[in-house]
């Protein structure tokens, strides 16, 4: 949030004004991968509550500016604290970070294996070790972010879930989302209705790939959970297209 954005990582998403990119299986390696990334773009990683204050702005000081940590110094921020980069540059630099979060572009990893060759070549071998250790990082968190998005989007079917009474209920996700909740429609008429529900849904046009918030996290990550722990339940579940196409026994709409 704010003018200057940072990357973090967290075990509770629960605040709404914050993106988040996601589940990752390891919090540890999704730190220290976030961290090549911020050092890599030179964002900042300060506390919130730091004043932001770009180059623009100086006019509005006296004297120059210190960057209040030492990154900057190692070249690994680019000071927005100090007013030692335009707005527009850093907003550049996060652009740049989110689309490696999104699997838009790989630039980072091209600047890194640059700088594990150059190192190598010049017989800096701590050197290239540390920017192979950059590699391994951003190697895991591309893969980590892929397969999230992946596994999200498998979290599309309908799922029956059986009562204990014969109240079955019909269940429609959608990236693991709930989109819908219904009792299991049995006769001709419920199941019509249905059937335009989840028509209604696919015909749906999907936001595209990017941040969700933090509701749409925690309800995402019940979903997960809830197959994870009940992998019987997935034969009870029929992919939406599937499902409009009579894929579902008993379930095909009158007319298709």
Known sequence: PGRAPKLGSTAS?????????????????????IRVLNDLFGLRDCADRMPMVFAEQGDLF????????????????????????????????VAGAIAFLEGRAI??????????????????????????????ALEWLLGATTR??????????????????????????????????????????????FFGVVAAELAREEAPVG?????????????????RRHPDALRRTTRLEAWLAGGQPGMRPSGN
């Open 107 to 136: 630039a980072p990893v091209d600047r890194v294996v640059a700088g594990m060759m150059a190192a190598a070549e010049r017989g800096e071998f701590g050197a290239a070790a540390r920017w192979r250790e950059r590699f391994e």
């Open 13 to 33: 998403p629960v605040r709404e004004e914050v993106r988040y990119y996601g589940p990752l299986p390891s919090q540890g390696r999704t730190t220290d991968a």
């Open 148 to 193: 999230a998005r992946a596994a999200v989007d498998l979290l599309s079917f309908v799922y029956r879930d059986p009562g204990s009474h014969g109240d079955d209920r019909a269940y429609l996700i959608r990236r693991g989302v709930v989109r819908a909740c219904y009792p299991w429609p049995a006769t001709p008429i419920e199941q019509e209705a």
């Open 62 to 93: 006296d004297a120059p500016r210190q960057a209040a940590c030492p990154r900057h110094d190692f070249g690994l921020c680019s000071g927005p604290c100090a007013a030692l980069v335009t707005e527009p540059d850093y907003q550049a630099r």
């Open 211 to 227: 941040p969700m918030g933090a509701g749409t996290l925690e309800e995402m990550l019940l979903v997960m959970s809830w197959f």
